[in-house]
Antibody
Framework: QVQLVQSGAEVKKPGASVKVSCKAS????????MHWVRQAPGQRLEWMGW????????GYSQTFQGRVTITRDTSATTAYMELSSLRSEDTAVYYC??????????????WGQGTLVTVSS | QSVLTQPPSVSGAPGQRVTISCTGS?????????VHWYQQLPGTAPKLLIY???NRPSGVPDRCSGSKSGTSASLAITGLQAEDEAEYYC???????????FGGGTKLTVL
């Protein structure tokens, strides 16, 4: 069965960076793009970016462009999301989500359990 | 402010039918991009409920259905049950933003 298991909660100071991992299993990792979505406390879901694990191509939301980097390790079937220059507003639960569909009409069919990142001085 | 607009809350008694709207624009729903719906229970990750405007993944009850028309989409849940109490989000692609977008979420309360 498809599983996405994320790394544990993090507490960071403003200005620092955080790197969250997402270990995939139960399917061929390189066949499906992986996205990152975040949710601040009591707020809506917010798409951050994606990676094609097969070729490493990435795309980022304009909101996070320049601060977010998504990478992957195909041998470890793991995707990573690194967010830099953290500020208090980045306190949120960060999810990885597998994509399914064609072109722009993709949906997120499997999600990780989420990783809480707290930014506090 | 979300690109896709949903009512903050809806409610209904057990057994009743509720609908949740998702209003977009010509750069997302109106441009023909598919709408998908997710259910999020408190403290858990979202779960795909409806994809491609009207399709249910296996395991989702047929009490849930989706529709789309023009720049809007709707999620309908019939025969409301206590377990349906959750937050619901719509999602689509936006060509102006060059990315995927979510609605602001709708809290469904079963009275």
């Amino acid at each position: 069965q498809v599983q996405l298991v994320q790394s544990g909660a993090e507490v960071k100071k403003p200005g620092a960076s955080v790197k969250v991992s997402c270990k995939a299993s139960g399917y061929t990792f390189t066949n499906y793009a992986m996205h990152w979505v975040r949710q601040a406390p009591g707020q809506r879901l917010e798409w951050m970016g994606w990676i094609n694990p097969g070729n490493g191509n990435t795309g980022y939301s304009q909101t996070f462009q320049g601060r977010v980097t998504i990478t992957r390790d195909t041998s470890a079937t793991t995707a990573y999301m690194e967010l830099s220059s953290l500020r208090s507003e980045d306190t949120a639960v960060y999810y990885c989500a597998r994509d399914r569909g064609d072109g722009y009409n993709i949906r997120f069919d499997y999600w990780g359990q989420g990783t809480l990142v707290t930014v506090s001085s | 402010q979300s690109v896709l607009t949903q009512p903050p809350s809806v409610s209904g008694a057990p057994g009743q039918r509720v609908t949740i709207s998702c209003t977009g624009s010509s750069s997302n729903i109106g441009a023909g991009y598919d709408v998908h719906w997710y259910q999020q229970l408190p403290g858990t990750a979202p779960k795909l409920l409806i994809y491609g405007n009207t399709n249910r993944p296996s395991g989702v009850p047929d009490r849930c259905s989706g529709s789309k028309s023009g720049t809007s989409a709707s999620l309908a849940i019939t025969g409301l049950q206590a377990e349906d109490e959750a937050e619901y989000y719509c999602q689509s692609y936006d060509s102006s933003l060059s990315g995927w977008v979510f609605g602001g979420g709708t809290k469904l309360t079963v009275l």
